[in-house]
């Protein structure tokens, strides 16, 4: 079964550090550029980060460049997002996809909340 699966997350206060992962089950990340989502309640899913498929070159919107980094195993065929400085409008579920996203990717996301 081709699949993502993100884990990594919970609750977290303002300020603080988690770290995300994205392991795929069932096909490589390597041939593929790789991106962190978000969605949070109400709103649309919206990207935070992407990665190259040799893992030097990146890519952040401003809302979270300099606090997010995405990095990339290709022999763990894992991608991992480290997300410090966290703020109350980081809280979402949080997905990561090939980019362009693979609607059979789409994984259960992992809950990131962040309050005090």
């Known amino acids: 079964q081709l699949q993502l699966v993100e884990s990594g997350g919970g609750l977290v206060q303002p300020g603080g550090s988690l770290r995300l992962s994205c392991a795929a089950s069932?096909?490589?990340?390597?041939?593929?550029?790789i991106g962190w989502f978000r969605q949070a309640p109400g709103k649309e899913r919206e990207g935070v980060s992407c990665?190259?498929?040799?893992?030097?070159?990146?890519n952040y919107p401003d809302s979270v460049k300099g606090r997010f980094t995405i990095s990339r195993d290709n022999a763990k065929n894992t991608v991992y997002l480290q997300m410090n400085s966290l703020k109350s409008e980081d809280t979402a579920v949080y997905y990561c996809?090939?980019?362009?996203?693979?609607?059979?990717?789409w994984g259960r996301g992992t809950q990131v909340t962040v309050s005090s």
């Open positions: 996809n090939t980019l362009p996203p693979t609607n059979d990717y």
């Open positions: 069932g096909f490589t990340l390597d041939y593929y550029i």
């Open positions: 990665i190259s498929i040799s893992g030097d070159s990146t």
